[in-house]
């Protein structure tokens, strides 16, 4: 199974949604902390190697475009 990276979420405005009020009153590292928790828990749903490998990479990629969204657009908003 290669690693979809096409838009595939049922409802994706909602998710972003709950995303950012999960983070509301978080502090920085409680928000770094969260994220963690949630990549470990998506992986573990994941649960193949090779579609996480692939995802890692992906990801990489993504920070080293040039189109890429800045920091300033994290799910904790502007700094």
Do not use: C, K, W
């Not at 992906?58 to 700094?79: F, L, T, V």
């Amino acid at each position: 199974m290669p690693l979809i990276t096409t838009p595939n979420l049922e409802a994706g405005d909602d998710f972003y949604a709950a995303l950012l009020e999960a983070h509301q009153a978080l502090t920085p590292a409680a928000s770094m902390a969260f994220n963690a928790r949630l990549i470990l828990l998506m992986a573990n749903h994941i649960g193949r190697q090779d579609v996480l490998a692939e995802a890692l990479a992906a990801a990489a990629m993504a920070d080293a475009a040039p189109d890429s969204a800045p920091d300033s657009e994290s799910p904790r908003g502007p700094a």
